[in-house]
């Protein structure tokens, strides 16, 4: 749910604006305010996500009130006055509603503004780390991320197949997998992990990395076609 306060020194205006936010079901009103001295005052009292922001107000205009502000919510500017467009999209406003404001070009802001919320509201990729030590009998060998090709679970341990060689160590496949980016490895079979990026070619069920050829599963074919090919095949 999206918090948001309508500033504007027009009752009607108001009102109106109001009676859209009702309309939409992912915003609450979460309070009117007549100029931004008031809103000043509401800001400290509680969250807001969102303002529909009148340009020209008595004591202080919309454009001041963003220009004294550090951090503001997300901000849709309101006005009858396009020539203030330019301005407020250098103040990285969301949007600019030119008055009168139908419902339409209305829900159009509402949905950006809902965009954007659930862009901040979304974790963070994981990022794998730019290398790893792993024990290698009684010896600690350090293998950076970009070097690795591919590596193969057996039961109770691994052999990470890199650029360098090839290390065995007493870990989980599925472990491994937890902790490298998804976005750059790809569970191609339920013993084998690929680096996209390494993949020479995919013919029927094997992926070709250099000389070695690495099964695909039949339940998995789909996905791995479309995780490693991506965009980036040239089509006929």
Same mark, same amino acid.
């Given at each position: 749910m999206i918090n948001c306060v309508i500033i504007d020194d027009e009752p009607l205006?108001?009102?109106?604006?109001s009676s859209y936010v009702r309309e939409v079901d992912f915003l609450r009103l979460s309070g009117t305010c007549s100029n931004p001295v008031?809103?000043?005052?509401?800001?400290?009292?509680? +969250?807001?996500?969102?303002?529909?922001?009148?340009?020209?107000?008595p004591k202080m205009s919309g454009i001041d009130f963003l220009k004294i502000t550090?951090?503001?919510?997300?901000?849709?500017?309101?006005?009858?006055?396009?020539?203030?467009?330019?301005?407020?999209?250098?103040?990285?406003?969301?949007?600019?509603?030119?008055?009168?404001?139908?419902?339409?070009?209305?829900?159009?802001?509402?949905? =950006?503004?809902k965009e954007q919320c659930d862009l901040r509201l979304r974790p963070a990729a994981p990022v794998a780390p730019a290398y790893v030590?792993? =024990?290698?009998? +009684? =010896?600690?060998?350090?293998?950076?991320v970009d070097d690795i090709l591919f590596i193969e679970g057996?039961?109770?341990?691994?052999?990470?197949?890199?650029?360098?060689? =090839?290390?065995?160590?007493?870990?989980n496949l599925r472990d491994i997998e937890t902790e490298l980016a998804a976005s750059s490895f790809v569970r191609v079979h339920k013993s084998f992990l690929v680096a996209? +990026?390494?993949v020479d070619a995919i013919e029927g069920n094997?992926?070709?990395?250099? +000389?070695?050829?690495?099964?695909?599963?039949?339940?998995?074919?789909?996905?791995?076609?479309?995780?490693?090919?991506?965009?980036?095949?040239?089509k006929k």
């Open positions: 205006a108001r009102e109106g604006l008031e809103l000043l005052t509401l800001l400290e009292q509680q +969250s807001v996500d969102l303002l529909f922001l009148d340009i020209q107000m550090q951090n503001p919510p997300l901000v849709v500017m309101t006005t009858a006055y396009p020539s203030f467009a330019l301005e407020g999209f250098q103040l990285n406003v969301l949007d600019y509603l030119l008055k009168p404001i139908t419902f339409d070009r209305f829900v159009r802001a509402a949905w =950006k503004a030590f792993i =024990k290698c009998g +009684s =010896k600690y060998e350090k293998i950076y057996l039961q109770n341990y691994v052999t990470i197949f890199t650029t360098r060689g =090839k290390y065995v160590t007493l870990l996209r +990026s390494k094997e992926i070709f990395i250099g +000389s070695h050829r690495i099964p695909i599963s039949r339940q998995q074919r789909e996905e791995v076609l479309s995780r490693v090919l991506a965009d980036n095949v040239w």
